[in-house]
C-alpha cells in the first residue's frame, strides 16, 4: 500500500492511493471461507460447497469491497498520521482515477480530491461587541408586578362583571341581519374585559350578569389578531379576515382580587430572597424581566458577534473544491443550483465552524455529561418535585434519589441531549465573547431591542 500526496493549489491536493493485491489478499480469502460456510447450494452439503465455485460466484464483489475498505483505511490513517486538517471530505477524483478491470485487473490506483483548513488565529480581544441588556419600562413592570398580585390574590366568582374579570361564555358569530349565522363560528370561550379596546363595548360589559347576552364586534374589541383567534379557536390567517358582529351569552365571572403589596406577598413570590420592602420587591421583579429576556439578548449578541468575526477573519476557503463538495453532500436534499446561488451563505457559515472549532480549543469551551445532568436536574425536573414544608430527612432522599433516576432516563434519549448540549455550548460561548472582546453594555427597551431584530 502506498499513499502519496500531490498539491494542487494554496488549499488543495490530490491523495493517491495505490492498492496492491497483497493488500487485501488476505481479507478475500476469509471472507470467502465465511461465505463458504453459510453457503446452502442443491447437490452440496451445508459448507460442503467446492471453493472454487465460491469464487466464481462471489470472488468479485468480495474484492471489491475489500478493495474499497483497505483504500479508505490507508487513506485515512496517511490523513491521521500526517496530522492534514481536512476542509469538508475526501472526493474521488474519477478524472484521473483509470479505469477498473475488475475481471483481469489485481493492483488498483486512486485518486482523490482534497481540501485543508487554512491556517488564522481569532484575537477576540480586538474586537468591539455591544451586548444589548434589555430592560423593561416601567409601564411593563408596572404590569408585571400586577400579574404577580394577581398570580397570588384572592380568586373570587362575582355577580356582576367588573373591569378586570374574566367573562366565560359561548360566542356565535352573527350574519349581516343580526341572526345566528348558518354555519358561522360557535365555540366557547373566554376574555378578559380590560383587554378590550373599545370603550363603548367594554362598557356593554360593565355590570353585565350571567345569562346576559351582549352584542358587539369582536374584531373592533380586540385589535390583537393572535387573542382573536385564540377566543375564536381559529388560525391568525382567518383572524385576520373575520369581521362579523358577534353575540356572546355570559356563563360565568371569575375575578381575581389583587394580593396586597405586603411582606407575605413578597415571601411568596420570592422566597428566597428576604424581601421586606416594595422597593425591593419591584427591583426582584425587574431582575427577574431581565432574565427572562436575557435569552433573546443573547442569542441576538451571538448571532451578530459571529457575523462580525467571520467578516473581519479573512479566512480563505477553496471556492470550486467547496462548491463541489457541497453539491455532492447533498445530493437528494438540495439542488446543485440553490448551493450555487446561495454559495456565500455556505460559506461563511463554513467560515463560521472553523471559528467555532478554534474558540473551543483556545477556550476550552466543553461541555460535559455531567453538566447536561446538572441541567436537567436543576432546571427542568427539580420543579416538579418541590421542597414540602417541614420537609422529613427520609423524603428528602426520596425526592433526591427520584430526580436523579429521572434525570439518568434523560440522559439515554441522544436528540433531547443533543439539544441540551447545543444550548450550554452556546451559553458558554457567548460568555466567553462577552469576556473576552471589548464588549460594551447598553441599556435597551423591548421595543428599541425589537426593531434591532426586524434590521437583522
Known amino acids: 500500500m502506498n499513499v502519496t500526496k500531490e498539491t494542487t493549489g494554496d488549499l488543495t491536493a490530490v491523495l493517491k492511493i495505490e492498492v496492491s493485491s497483497e493488500d487485501y489478499k488476505e481479507a478475500v480469502e476469509k471472507e470467502l471461507k465465511n461465505y463458504r460456510k453459510k453457503a446452502n447450494m442443491p447437490g452440496f452439503r451445508p459448507g460442503q460447497v467446492p471453493m472454487g465455485l465460491i469464487k466464481k460466484m462471489y470472488e468479485k464483489p468480495v474484492r471489491a469491497e475489500q478493495v474499497q ?25 474519477n478524472d484521473k482515477t483509470p479505469q477498473i478491470d475488475w475481471d483481469n485487473q489485481f493492483d488498483y490506483t486512486f485518486y482523490f480530491d482534497i481540501a485543508l483548513q487554512p491556517s488564522f488565529d481569532i484575537d477576540l ?39 378586570n374579570d374574566l367573562v366565560y361564555g359561548e360566542i356565535k358569530e352573527l350574519d349581516q341581519e343580526g341572526n345566528v349565522k348558518e354555519g358561522g363560528i360557535q365555540t366557547p370561550t373566554s376574555l378578559s374585559v380590560d383587554l378590550i379596546s373599545m370603550v363603548t363595548i367594554k362598557k356593554k ?88 429576556y436575557s435569552k433573546e439578548a443573547d442569542r441576538y449578541f451571538l448571532n451578530e ?15 470550486e473544491f467547496m462548491k463541489r463538495w457541497l453539491i455532492e453532500t447533498n445530493q437528494g436534499k438540495v439542488d446543485e443550483k440553490e448551493i450555487t446561488d446561495n454559495y456565500n451563505t455556505y460559506r461563511d457559515s463554513i467560515k463560521w465552524q472553523l471559528i467555532e472549532s478554534k474558540l473551543m480549543e483556545k477556550y476550552k469551551l466543553e461541555v460535559s455529561k455531567d453538566e447536561i445532568k446538572t441541567y436537567y436536574k436543576d432546571a427542568l425536573i427539580s420543579n416538579y418535585f418541590p421542597v414540602v414544608e417541614n420537609e422529613t430527612e427520609e423524603q428528602k432522599n426520596e425526592r433526591e434519589k427520584s430526580i436523579e433516576k429521572i434525570a439518568d432516563n434523560m440522559l439515554e434519549n441522544k436528540e433531547q441531549g443533543k439539544q441540551v448540549y447545543e444550548y450550554l455550548f452556546d451559553q458558554k460561548l457567548t460568555a466567553t465573547l462577552k469576556s473576552q472582546t471589548k464588549c460594551e453594555i447598553k441599556e435597551i427597551s423591548m421595543e428599541d431591542f425589537s426593531q434591532l431584530i426586524k434590521k437583522q
Do not use: C, W
Open 69 to 93: 475498505n483497505v483504500m479508505t483505511e490507508a487513506m485515512y490513517k496517511y490523513i491521521g498520521d500526517n496530522k492534514i486538517e481536512l476542509l469538508g471530505t475526501p472526493m474521488a477524483n
Open 125 to 163: 480581544s480586538s474586537q468591539n461587541t455591544t451586548y444589548y441588556r434589555i430592560t423593561p419600562t416601567d409601564d411593563i413592570l408596572n404590569r408585571f408586578v400586577e400579574d404577580i398580585q394577581r398570580r397570588f390574590g384572592k380568586f373570587e366568582v362575582p355577580e356582576t362583571v367588573g373591569e
Open 205 to 292: 360589559f360593565l355590570g353585565a350578569k350571567k345569562d346576559d347576552v351582549i352584542v358587539f364586534n369582536l374584531a373592533k374589541a380586540f385589535k390583537n389578531v393572535t387573542e382573536l383567534a385564540a377566543m375564536l379557536r381559529i388560525d391568525k390567517e382567518k383572524a385576520k379576515e373575520f369581521k362579523s358582529d358577534v353575540e356572546f351569552r355570559i356563563s360565568s365571572i371569575s375575578r381575581i382580587t389583587k394580593h396586597e403589596l405586603n411582606e407575605e406577598l413578597y415571601s411568596k413570590a420570592y422566597a428566597n430572597r428576604n424581601i421586606k420592602t416594595e422597593e425591593e420587591f419591584r427591583q426582584a421583579a425587574k431582575e427577574d424581566l431581565v432574565n427572562t
Open 305 to 319: 458577534t459571529s457575523k462580525q468575526l467571520v467578516e473581519t477573519s479573512k479566512i480563505e476557503l477553496p471556492d
